[in-house]
């Protein structure tokens, strides 16, 4: 019998065919599926490449970010510790679709004397052994890390999660905006220095991206030599070269960080900004006019961010918004103001700041008209961005978070979804429920000015009290010794702005106690106008906080020495006692008009700048039962 090898031939083929389907129906779903995934960009440090921001991979990213302040402020710490975990709220922050946070500090921050305070270690269902132990000393409730180390805390965890950092160097001190990003206090070669110490304490973390090196440079009216210019060639004015010195300081020590540069407010020829020398003026920090002939030089290329500033009506009443062809009008401002630099594929443009409470129709126009030009649905083709802010308690513009710091305000939220971008495929980790309310110490004011105002935030009015106005009378004094004094500082120094914060500490050197609700405290104080005026309390350590005390304003008729008003502070039943040889704990209020305008301080009667530290103080009076017990009245 004759051997067909043709037929042998055939019958192998078709096995070997077979075999390779079998095999291919095998590894098809895996390849299927990795072909299908997203190639989601971010990894690695980041760089530029005309107007986009890369990834490590040269895959194009977009910063698509929320402010998170309160490092900035007396608190030394993020705000709203006092209310939850700080992993909660970075969990939060993903799971909406932010990928970057701006984290706002003050040179003070590093300070030795600076204690981070007004955060909670109360347990919570999450957290049964107490919120943010991380941010303390071995874990121990009430004792804080310094400050420095809770922002490594914070960023080793938002990283972990995926989420990036821009460090931005917001004021000096604690207590205000400065022109200059140096003062008497605090040197250019100390800011420099920090901005090293951070670039290189950060190396090799690729969860920081960058250092904003400082927020919203202005001009002084009438006194250029106190304010920032651009370009003018003064090097103890001139924001250009302070932000190439400083940018190349923390290049030398670390190459991969970008370098946020924001604009100054007033830019005219030759670097003037007098507008009656030609200049035009726009928002704090958000003229960049002058990069197109003045432009940043960086010795590491590839690195430079411009980062302007937008605000809307509701912060200040500029005259683009009064236009007829409002907001028609807006997109060739921004072109001229620093859109240009992204057009022209410059570089890359992120707006760090912009926000509202949307109070007005006009101010959701303006949101709308702003997400449309930075590239709405654009994905990373779109401009940068980090909205002001995450907190609710921005006295101009609130947060994404609502009173509560934990609920979203929606209608901001979605406005800004259409410009998100995710950088890992997003659906962060389960947010866990937030625990009980503390509150924390003053934030920083905004002070309105026809040309270009401050964008630094106050606290939110959350749940403001409008309260009434009587007309006292004089109180009678009690007779012997007091058993109780009264304690003040001067939260705020500043004489002149739209907030008047006076804190209070009751002390018993009695030997009974006394229960707070017998207790009224008075700031003898003088409103200037007619507004009424509102009152906070923003973080109060006695039984219940802020919900056991309330505010009342009292017009004082006739008018006495350095007082037309005073605000008393009085307590409910809820709010305990105070034990023998104890003290109430610190009472931290604010007050100012519903206008917001400006209070001049100077020669009121209470008032006392030098006062920083708790001490007794007998211009601030104390009453029991209606009776004067510390203090004298004006």
């Given at each position: 019998m004759k051997t067909n090898h043709k037929g042998k031939l055939f019958r192998l083929i078709v096995l070997f065919m077979l075999l390779a389907m079998v095999l291919g129906s095998l590894a098809s779903p895996a390849s299927a599926t990795s072909s299908s995934m997203p190639n989601y960009s971010g990894t690695g440090y980041w760089h530029t490449s005309?107007?986009?921001?890369?990834?490590?991979?040269?895959?194009?990213?977009?910063?698509?970010?929320?402010?998170?302040?309160?490092?900035?402020?007396?608190?030394?710490?993020?705000?709203?510790?006092?209310?939850?975990?700080?992993?909660?709220?970075?969990?939060?922050?993903?799971?909406?679709?932010?990928?970057?946070?701006?984290?706002?500090?003050?040179?003070?921050?590093?300070?030795?004397?600076?204690?981070?305070?007004?955060i909670s270690n109360a347990p919570t269902p999450a957290w049964p052994q107490g919120m943010n132990l991380p941010l303390m000393v071995n874990g121990q409730p009430n004792n804080p890390l310094p400050p420095i180390q809770i922002m490594d805390e914070l960023i080793r965890y938002g990283g972990s999660i995926g989420l990036r950092f821009i460090l931005d160097r917001h004021r000096p001190d604690s207590g205000a905006q400065s022109p200059l990003w140096y003062t008497a206090q605090y040197s250019e070669q100390r800011w420099i220095n920090d901005w090293v110490m951070l670039a290189r304490r950060y190396a090799g973390n690729t969860a920081v991206v960058g250092a904003d090196l400082h927020n919203e440079p202005h001009h002084v009216q009438g006194n250029p030599a106190a304010g920032a210019c651009w370009g003018c060639g003064n090097t103890a004015t001139d924001w250009r070269l302070a932000a190439e010195r400083a940018g190349n300081a923390i290049l030398a020590a670390n190459p991969n960080w970008l370098i946020f540069v924001e604009g100054v407010d007033c830019f005219g020829p030759g670097g003037v900004t007098e507008p009656a020398q030609g200049a035009e003026c726009t928002w704090w920090g958000g003229n960049i006019m002058g990069a197109r002939d003045y432009p940043v030089r960086l010795n590491v290329a590839n690195r430079l961010v411009y980062s302007p500033h937008e605000y809307d009506n509701g912060v200040f009443a500029q005259t683009w918004f009064s236009d007829p062809t409002f907001p028609n009008n807006m997109p060739a401002l921004y072109d001229r103001w620093w859109g240009y630099l992204h057009k022209n594929n410059v570089a890359p443009v992120m707006l760090g700041e912009?926000?509202?409470?949307?109070?007005?129709?006009?101010?959701?126009?303006?949101?709308?008209?702003?997400?449309?030009y930075l590239g709405r649905n654009t994905g990373a083709n779109g401009m940068g961005w980090t909205f002001w802010c995450w907190n609710p308690n921005s006295g101009d513009t609130g947060g994404i978070l609502n009173d509560d710091w934990t609920t979203v305000n929606q209608t901001k939220h979605n406005l800004l979804v259409p410009m998100?971008?995710?950088?890992?495929?997003?659906?962060?980790p389960t947010i866990t429920p937030p625990g009980p309310t503390f509150t924390p110490t003053r934030t920083p004011t905004r002070t309105n000015t026809p040309v270009g105002p401050t964008l630094t935030p106050t606290r939110t009015p959350t749940g403001p009290t409008l309260t009434p106005t009587r007309t006292p009378t004089r109180t009678p004094t009690q007779s012997g010794t007091a058993s109780l004094k009264l304690q003040y500082r001067a939260a705020d120094t500043?004489?002149?702005d739209n907030q008047i914060k006076?804190?209070?500490?009751?002390?018993?050197?009695?030997?009974?106690?006394?229960?707070?609700?017998?207790?009224?405290?008075r700031y003898w104080f003088t409103r200037e106008g007619t507004a009424n005026q509102n009152f906070w309390?923003?973080?109060?350590?006695?039984?219940?906080?802020?919900?056991?005390?309330?505010?009342?304003?009292?017009?004082?008729?006739?008018?006495?020495?350095?007082?037309n008003f005073y605000l008393e502070v009085s307590f409910t039943t809820g709010a305990g006692s105070i034990p023998a040889g104890g003290r109430s704990g610190e009472i931290q209020t604010r007050f100012a008009k519903t206008d917001w305008s400006n209070y001049t301080e100077t020669g009121d009667y209470s008032f006392d700048p030098t006062k920083t530290s708790f001490a007794d103080w007998t211009h601030v009076t104390l009453y029991r039962n209606g009776v004067?017990?510390?203090?004298?009245?004006p």
């Open positions: 005309g107007n986009k921001v890369l990834d490590a991979s040269n895959q194009q990213v977009r910063i698509a970010g929320i402010n998170w302040f309160g490092f900035e402020t007396g608190n030394y710490a993020p705000h709203g510790l006092w209310s939850r975990d700080y992993r909660d709220m970075l969990n939060q922050i993903k799971s909406l679709g932010y990928n970057t946070i701006r984290l706002p500090f003050s040179t003070q921050l590093f300070d030795a004397g600076s204690q981070a305070n007004s912009f926000g509202s409470r949307l109070n007005d129709p006009q101010d959701t126009l303006w949101l709308n008209s702003l997400v449309t998100q971008f995710p950088l890992d495929g997003g659906g962060g500043n004489a002149g006076p804190h209070f500490n009751i002390v018993n050197t009695g030997s009974s106690s006394v229960s707070l609700s017998e207790l009224k405290i309390c923003d973080y109060s350590a006695i039984t219940g906080s802020c919900g056991n005390l309330s505010g009342t304003f009292v017009q004082v008729s006739p008018a006495r020495t350095g007082a004067l017990i510390w203090g004298t009245e």
